[in-house]
Structures are given as structure tokens and as C-alpha cells.
């Protein structure tokens, strides 16, 4: 019999292998077209890439819009919903559900939007990672922060705040304040650095080949790097990395589209 040591140590390594949670969301037959954007860093600020984040929603062929996290550049609570930006942001969600499946993954900067705010934009949730199985494959879906592991201390920041005793205590304090804080973060470049990682920071190859295999998914899609391109992981796996949006500072905007024959990359609808 081996002794408690090496048990031990057995038993951390496996922790360390464990896989997150995976639900499976399965994509009704009749849907032609599936579209994936992120990173949209959405403010008042910013209100051309509003624009075409709202026309796109309006016009896109797709039967479903899945936004893979970051589709504001702060969310601080529920609450937050019935001010006059975030208002218009409810409308446009609202009103495109109408029409199409929208669904919402969470990002480091909105992981505090809520089941309210899903509600009222007609949204539906998505945990990350989910897998998505539509036209006979296998995709998983992610933000992508979870998998940069290389960047410890934003892991070990990212542990904090998605727990529920941190989530809590944010959301106990009055919106003047949470939105305080949120001025603070988007001013100051190491209050930023805290919520959003290292920068050079890329998702771990090898743990998402791992996720995939184990999953029985050939391919991954996920944001957070604002490094748009698709990538072999190993023969017959892929990863396809979603850009970020901005059309007020910059001429960024894309969206990754997947039918039948396979994934594209093409511009919003209407530009």
C-alpha cells in the first residue's frame, strides 16, 4: 500500500485535471445559421459600435445571435438596467429576441449581469463553458478567460469575484457606488489589468485540447484575447478566436458566422 503522501499527491494532481461543468445546448434542425461576436465593450461612450451591434441584431440572416461575454465594458448590477444606456441596450436585446435566439455567456467585465437583465433582454444563459451541438458538430463555447492560465494572479481574481460571497457584498453597496468603482476601473489602467489579465496572456493550448477531447468537440470558439484568427490545435481540432468591437476609436468589427458548410468571418449586418 502506498503511504498518505503520494495519495495526497494524486488526489491534487487530479483536481488539478478536473473539467468544468459543461451543459450541452443543442441547435433545433431547422436553424440555417448561428452567429458569435464578443468583446463588444459596450458604453454610452461608444456609440458607433452601439449602432452597429444594434443593426446587426436587427438585420443578421442568422436564426441565433450567441454573445460569448464582454457585451459591456461594465456591468455592476441588475439595477444598472433601468438607467437611459442601458435602457436602450434592454430595447435592442428585446426587440431583436423577437425576431431571433439570443444567448448570453458572461465575460470578466459583465459577469454581475444576471437573470433581470437575461429576462428583460430576452436572452438565454449560457454557462461557460458550454457545448454546442448544431449541424453536426461539436463546438465548445467559452469567453476564453478561464482557459489563460499561464496568468495566475488574474485566475486567482477571477476566482474571487465570480464567487457568491464577493458577488454579494458588490451588490449590497448603493449603484452610486458599484458605479464609483466602475469610473475607477475604466480610468485606471491597474484596476483594469485586474478584471481583464495580462494582455499577453493567450488561452493554454494544451488545456484546451484537453477540453475538447474529453468532450468529444473538434473545435472551440471563445473571445477575451482580442486576437482574431483560427488555429490548429492538433490534427482535426481548431480553435476560433472572436474579435473585439470598436468602431468609434478603431475599424473593428467582425462577426463568426456558422451554417452547414462550416465557420466564416464576416462583417455585421448593414456594413
Do not use: K
Request: hydrophobic share 50%; glycine share 8%; net charge negative.
Amino acid at each position: 500500500m502506498s503511504g498518505g503522501a503520494p495519495a495526497a499527491a494524486r488526489a491534487a494532481a487530479a483536481a488539478d485535471w478536473a473539467l468544468p461543468s459543461c451543459p450541452e445546448f443543442t441547435a433545433p434542425p431547422g436553424w440555417q445559421a448561428i452567429d458569435f461576436i464578443s468583446d463588444l465593450h459596450l458604453s454610452a461612450a461608444m456609440p458607433r459600435t452601439f449602432d452597429a451591434w444594434a443593426a446587426h441584431l436587427q438585420h443578421t440572416p442568422a436564426d441565433a445571435v450567441f454573445i460569448l461575454g464582454d457585451l459591456f465594458e461594465l456591468w455592476v448590477g441588475d439595477d444598472a438596467r433601468t438607467l437611459p444606456f442601458e435602457r436602450r441596450c434592454v430595447e435592442v436585446l428585446a426587440d431583436a429576441a423577437r425576431r431571433r435566439t439570443l444567448a448570453f455567456m458572461a465575460g470578466n467585465r459583465d459577469f454581475l449581469l444576471g437573470e433581470a437583465m437575461r429576462h428583460d433582454g430576452g436572452m438565454a444563459d449560457l454557462a461557460d463553458p458550454t457545448l454546442l451541438a448544431a449541424f453536426g458538430r461539436r463546438v465548445l463555447l467559452g469567453h476564453g478567460d478561464a482557459l489563460c492560465l499561464d496568468d495566475r494572479p488574474y485566475q486567482a481574481f477571477r476566482a474571487e469575484v465570480r464567487s457568491a460571497s464577493w458577488q454579494q457584498r458588490f451588490l449590497a453597496r448603493p449603484l452610486a457606488e458599484r458605479q464609483a468603482v466602475a469610473a475607477e476601473i475604466r480610468s485606471a489602467s491597474a484596476a483594469r489589468r485586474r478584471f481583464d489579465g495580462d494582455s499577453l496572456a493567450d488561452v493554454d493550448a494544451a488545456e484546451a485540447l484537453r477540453w475538447l477531447r474529453a468532450l468529444g468537440a473538434a473545435e472551440l470558439v471563445h473571445g477575451h484575447t482580442h486576437r482574431p484568427a483560427s488555429h490548429s490545435l492538433a490534427p482535426g481540432f481548431a480553435r476560433h478566436v472572436l474579435s473585439d468591437w470598436d468602431l468609434d476609436q478603431g475599424e473593428r468589427a467582425e462577426v463568426l458566422r456558422l451554417t452547414r458548410a462550416g465557420f466564416e468571418r464576416v462583417a455585421p449586418a448593414g456594413r
